[in-house]
């Protein structure tokens, strides 16, 4: 998985693909840029071939030998064995938006299989049924994306609000805020029993504002028929929240905004000076963080979203930065625990396209298959595979 691989993106489907035949697997932390190593048979070297994946066969004494230059303490790498290919959902919408989803692009490039499910199988408590899920580019809020000031004629939007309305009320709820709180509560408790959760762009900042808005009311009638509650700000509750604390909600309803936890509003970097760099773990201590950032490369480029990057004044002091921009005090990348299980939510939009516009056409990842930004999306999708030590503090 160094300079050498060829198509970096496909061998974690190939990984994938070996767990789902019950192949023994190990990630090899920092070896070779975060090598994957499985026992031999014809049909896995012939899945290499189909797939385009650079492969190595080698003998058993040369693995043995490499088990033993990873597991020296003195060297900052590790083997960490994959148990199982995790049941996927992808929480996001069945119709048909003006936008893509990096998750599920390279979900489907790396062929990796995974349920799309959304507001309905949520409040019904589909959840448990799968062990990783990932939060489609959304706005749990109820504020549509705050697209309003823009998009408000045009027909995809005023579809939207009609077919959230629809499933508000067959659910059960008198607003889609009140929908979209319950669901965000349910992602909220799937991850305390033990679930993974992945979140980008507005899934992950809009998902801390709605549970710390869970007690009061902080949309404009635009959006759901009466007035926001003049104290909502007052009455945020952060220890409601995984990541965030203490951040200022944007309440007009004609900004693109929601709180002061995104920094796209007042960065001032420039793109060709646009990238962040992820942090150096130590793979026999930590390591969580150490495989969600194993890479080829340690600067990965940047790029913007809904919700670009995180201002770290607003992160609580348990969140684990994986990536920055330390000149910009900007947080790209972080990872927490919650109850039982783990979060990870990445900023930004496509790692391949860096101001996607709505109507654009989706990435090609063909042209990208080396991409490090895409490997930091499938670093969480193997993540809930492995067998991981406790980590130490």
């Not at 189909?50 to 900052?76: C, H, K, L, W």
């Not at 408000?152 to 067959?170: C, G, H, I, L, S």
């Not at 033990?194 to 009638?221: R, V």
């Not at 509650?229 to 900004?255: E, H, M, V």
Request: charged share 25%; with cysteine; hydrophobic share 35%.
């Amino acid at each position: 998985m160094d300079e050498a691989q060829k198509d970096h993106l496909k061998a974690y489907g190939i990984a994938y693909w070996a767990l789902q035949k019950n192949a023994e697997v190990s990630w090899l932390l920092n070896y070779r840029g975060g090598s994957f190593m499985t026992t031999y048979d014809q049909q896995t070297e012939n899945e290499c071939k189909i797939r385009g994946v650079s492969y190595e066969v080698i003998a058993d004494a040369r693995a043995t030998a490499i088990i033993a230059e990873i597991t020296d303490p003195s060297v900052n790498m590790d083997v960490v064995k994959l148990q199982k290919a995790p049941k996927m959902a992808v929480y996001s919408p069945k119709s048909k938006l003006p936008w893509d989803d990096a998750v599920t692009l390279v979900l489907k490039y790396a062929e990796i299989p995974y349920m799309v499910i959304y507001d309905e199988e949520v409040i019904k408590g589909e959840l448990p049924k799968y062990d990783w899920l990932h939060l489609h580019h959304e706005d749990f809020t109820g504020q549509y994306s705050k697209f309003y000031g823009t998009y408000r004629y045009a027909p995809w939007y005023v579809e939207d609000v009609r077919n959230q309305e629809a499933t508000a009320r067959k659910l059960g709820f008198t607003k889609v805020s009140k929908m979209k709180l319950a669901v965000a509560q349910h992602i909220r408790d799937f991850c305390a029993g033990g679930g993974f959760m992945f979140a980008m762009c507005s899934g992950t900042e809009t998902l801390d504002i709605a549970l710390a808005a869970g007690n009061t009311d902080i949309c404009e009638s635009i959006f759901d028929g009466d007035g926001a509650d003049p104290d909502a700000q007052a009455k945020l509750d952060f220890s409601q929240t995984f990541a965030f604390q203490k951040f200022t909600l944007d309440r007009s309803p004609y900004s693109h905004q929601f709180s002061s936890i995104d920094v796209t509003p007042t960065r001032q970097v420039d793109r060709s000076q646009d990238f962040f760099s992820l942090f150096d773990f130590s793979a026999k201590w930590d390591v969580v963080p150490s495989m969600l950032t194993q890479n080829h490369d340690k600067i990965i480029k940047g790029f913007m979203g809904l919700t670009t990057a995180f201002n770290k004044n607003y992160l609580k002091p348990d969140v684990t930065v994986m990536g920055e921009l330390k000149t910009a005090n900007e947080a790209r990348y972080l990872h927490g625990e919650y109850g039982k299980g783990q979060w990870t939510f990445y900023g930004g939009h496509d790692p391949e396209d860096y101001q996607h516009a709505i109507g654009d056409p989706p990435t090609d990842l063909k042209l990208h298959p080396n991409s490090p930004g895409y490997r930091l999306i499938l670093n969480n999708v193997l993540f809930p595979a492995a067998h991981k030590k406790k980590q130490k503090t």
